[in-house]
């Protein structure tokens, strides 16, 4: 016989109201758009505060992979594995040589995506491909990191009311949905 879980049955029905709620989220964003471009959709018009730009660059760097990932490697590696948040640090400290002057760049020449400054230092599309598919690549391993941790996170609190698989797949769902409706803008509100 499987447990209600941590969140119970009546915590299970909030769970799902909250995750349908984010569909509001992006029909939210979508009110909120200034325009219908590319810039308004993928970067939210450039108009974060730096309240909400924060928090959101904190959930992208410190996700699901975290939460999850980490915490077990550092369960089965022991206190070996603090030598990444060291690294995860200098990931911060990385971007701090190149962002400042990158942001002056896209700012002058309007970039919306990474494709669009190497097009323009390099003026080589198929090495602009190349960079793209690079990107798309390692975003995809980012991604599949965290359905795969909101998969566990579900299951394991709804007492797997919401199967690992059935998760993934509603969450994807979901987060489709959001993004689509209101781009960066309904990312940065959830």
Known sequence: ???KGILGTQGTIFLVLYLVSLIGVGIVGLLKSKENTMQDFYLGGAGFGVSILFLTMYATQY??????GFAGSAYRNGWFFLVSVTFM?????GYM???PKLYALSQKHRFITMGDYIRFRYKHKLLTYLIV???ILALSNYMLTNLKAIGYILNYVTGG?????EGIIGMAIIM????SL???RSVALT
């Open 1 to 3: 016989m499987m447990d």
């Open 63 to 68: 996700s699901g992979n975290s939460l999850i």
């Open 89 to 93: 640090i200098a990931i911060v400290g």
């Open 97 to 99: 040589l190149y962002a």
């Open 133 to 135: 598919g690079i990107g």
């Open 161 to 165: 009311s919401i199967g690992f698989a």
């Open 176 to 179: 489709v949905i959001y993004e």
């Open 182 to 184: 209101g781009g960066m």
